[in-house]
């Protein structure tokens, strides 16, 4: 089971450095009262005073442990879900490439479709929160919100300073979606031959320990605990995107047509539910075309949106 080793290093690297900074935290103690003056004010009584690069990066790769569900204390339960950033934004956001959040700060604010106006970095970290993560919002001025804001930020500042050979995607040929209606079945074969091993006969995922603050060491693809349905995941077309370019993990060497199958296969599956979504996309015409929840601007069926094919939808809007 060579992926056991692949994907553990990382999490251990997470915990002794969690550790770590835990005792730093301990050994800080002795300052906090001198920061009392800072700005953004705790969630609730979290260990750090005042928020940091590093703090940002461990609340995107240990969300769970951090502010998940089976977090210790009621007040620090953000994300309604024990998967963590990490397990869409590969390496946490710094590998470059598809979901990489390396060069995500220079593009905010900016329109948002979904939300009909302008929307700034912290506005599309709640996006993720209360979607991907099925959680609440993190309050604009938390340490939290300002922590993970600083963290993207100094990736951008880091992507400045590398070299091609770094900024390169590792990834296959980009997704190119094939021109008919997606084939579930097709998926599921894909499913069981490329993705089970890890995600589960059920895509219910394997938890690191019975703690679910441990967080995963195989994010679940669907169920409860999984993206809710309001989710960027959910589109056929991203997920597809995903999947070909990053699984199965480590080893990314799915053809177009496995890659949109499976993707659909995976998102023909229940999911928690989010209220509202047809407020979405106050300009229906912004609407993305494999958006999996109506309502449209155009009369082509739910099916053909979550499912294809897309190119007639295209051609329509292309028309108008
Ligand atoms: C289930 C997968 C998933 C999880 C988990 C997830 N995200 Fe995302 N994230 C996405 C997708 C999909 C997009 C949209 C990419 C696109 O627009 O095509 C996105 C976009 C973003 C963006 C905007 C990126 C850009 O360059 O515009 C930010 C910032 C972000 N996520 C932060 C987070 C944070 C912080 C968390 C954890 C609290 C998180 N995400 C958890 C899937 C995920
Ligand atoms: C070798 C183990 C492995 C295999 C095989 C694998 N994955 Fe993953 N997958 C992971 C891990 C681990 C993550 C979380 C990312 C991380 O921790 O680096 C992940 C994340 C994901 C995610 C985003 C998070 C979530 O749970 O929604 C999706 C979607 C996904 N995988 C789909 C697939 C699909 C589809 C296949 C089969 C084509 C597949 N994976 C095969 C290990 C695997």
New binding site residues.
């Given amino acids: 089971m060579s992926y056991l080793n692949s994907t553990q290093p990382a999490k251990q690297r997470g915990l002794s450095l969690l550790a770590a900074s835990i005792t730093a935290t301990v050994i800080g103690v002795g300052v906090m009262a001198a920061v009392i003056a800072f700005t953004p004010v705790p969630a609730s009584d979290s260990v750090n005073a005042e928020p940091s690069v590093e703090y940002g990066r461990l609340?995107?790769r240990e969300?769970a442990a951090m502010m998940g569900p089976g977090h210790a204390d009621p007040a620090m339960r953000f994300?309604g879900?024990s998967?963590?950033?990490a397990?869409?934004?590969l390496d946490t956001?710094t590998e470059p490439g598809t979901?990489?959040?390396l060069?995500?700060d220079s593009?905010?604010p900016r329109f948002s479709g979904r939300d009909g106006g302008i929307r700034d970095?912290r506005d599309?970290?709640n996006?993720?929160?209360t979607r991907?993560?099925n959680?609440k919002e993190l309050p604009r001025d938390s340490i939290e919100m300002v922590s993970?804001e600083m963290y993207?930020k100094n990736l951008n500042q880091q992507y400045a300073l590398m070299g091609e050979s770094k900024t390169t995607p590792a990834e296959p040929a980009q997704f190119n979606e094939p021109n008919r209606r997606a084939d579930i079945d097709a998926g599921e074969v894909v499913f069981r031959e490329r993705c089970q091993v890890c995600h589960g006969d059920d895509g219910q995922g394997l938890l690191q320990t019975t703690n679910p603050a441990d967080g995963y060491l195989f994010?679940p693809l669907w169920g409860p605990d999984?993206?809710n349905n309001g989710?960027?995941?959910t589109?056929l077309l991203?997920a597809a995107?995903?999947i070909k370019a990053r699984m199965p993990l480590g080893q990314p060497d799915l053809t177009d047509d496995e890659a949109y199958d499976v993707a659909a296969f995976m998102n023909s599956h229940e999911r928690p539910q989010r209220e509202n979504l047809e407020l979405d996309y106050p300009d229906l015409t912004n609407k993305p075309i494999d958006s999996p929840y109506p309502p449209y601007a155009d009369e082509f069926p739910v099916d053909q949106h979550r499912y294809g094919p897309f190119e007639p939808i295209r051609d329509y809007y292309r028309n108008l």
């Fill in positions: 609340l995107v969300t994300s879900s998967m963590d950033c397990s869409c934004h956001g979901l990489s959040l060069q995500t593009a905010y970095l599309r970290i996006g993720c929160m991907s993560m959680g993970i993207i994010p999984s993206f989710a960027g995941m589109r991203t995107r995903f």
